[in-house]
């Protein structure tokens, strides 16, 4: 961080911490964060009674930095969005998180991509599931979650009734964790959006049974039609991904694409 950029970041810690009326979110991507500044923002959040959003998303925040992160976030009564992708705050971290956001009835959003998780810290996030009936997206992109934390996710998901888009890209997922999956969506009724792109151990037999399942959990005829839609404007070609995500600026972006035309 130049010391320019330190100046502007100290200047709008200090006005956080100084005057939290009107303040509705913390916007703080990419400022080399480490965890003594994060000490001060999760400071500034246990004061507030107006922040709705936290993005600090590719920082330098470790568990640490989490920690106090997350005694601020889990106690909150207004913040829905949680963004901490990119951080390396490891499983310790992602588990003062989880157990933070067990009682939690407010947080709707929440980003853990490339976060450095293993099963560990996913295992955690499951756990925290089970008890949290608010949190409606979640995202585990990046990491290092196998078939292990998959087994306990289902398990988790069967007792949840809020989660509705899950993001699970990039893992190390193979085809036992993907029909685990499958049937979990299909049992549960209630994940409309499951992306599973970069998996290298998930064949192309599989993502099929995940994109049919999720096909059936929408429910009324508008979702429907644009699936319909989506398909018409992309087209049908057998190999692609069945679902992207706007991964740089917008990760509650998530599209279905094209239906499975040839294999249903």
Do not use: F
Not at 187 to 201: A, D, F, S, V
Not at 219 to 231: F, I, V
Not at 247 to 262: C, H, M, R
């Amino acid at each position: 961080m130049g010391a320019s950029q330190a100046r502007e970041l100290n200047k709008t810690l200090k006005q956080l911490e100084r005057d939290q009326s009107g303040v509705t979110a913390v916007s703080l991507p990419c400022r080399g964060i480490d965890d003594a500044i994060a000490t001060r923002i999760a400071s500034a959040l246990d004061h507030s009674n107006t922040i709705t959003s936290v993005d600090l998303r590719r920082n330098s925040i470790s568990s640490v930095g989490s920690r106090t992160l997350a005694a601020a976030i889990g106690k909150s009564n207004t913040i829905t969005e949680l963004n901490m992708r990119d951080n390396g705050i490891g499983d310790l971290g992602v588990l003062e998180l989880a157990r933070a956001l067990r009682g939690n009835i407010t947080l709707k959003s929440l980003h853990l991509n490339g976060t450095q998780m293993g099963d560990i810290g996913a295992k955690s996030v499951c756990e925290m599931l089970k008890r949290n009936q608010t949190l409606s997206e979640l995202y585990l992109n990046d990491n290092k979650i196998t078939n292990s934390a998959i087994r306990i996710l289902c398990t988790a998901l069967a007792e949840n009734t809020s989660l509705t888009s899950l993001g699970l890209d990039k893992n190390l997922i193979t085809d036992d964790g993907g029909e685990m999956l499958v049937e979990a969506v299909r049992e549960g009724k209630i994940i409309k959006l499951l992306t599973l792109n970069g998996n290298p151990g998930l064949s192309w037999e599989v993502r099929v049974q995940v994109r049919k399942a999720l096909t059936r959990n929408y429910k009324d005829k508008s979702e429907g039609m644009k699936l319909e839609e989506d398909k018409q404007q992309h087209g049908s070609k057998k190999g692609r991904d069945l679902w992207t995500q706007e991964d740089d600026l917008d990760e509650n972006i998530i599209t279905p694409l094209e239906d499975i035309s040839n294999m249903e």
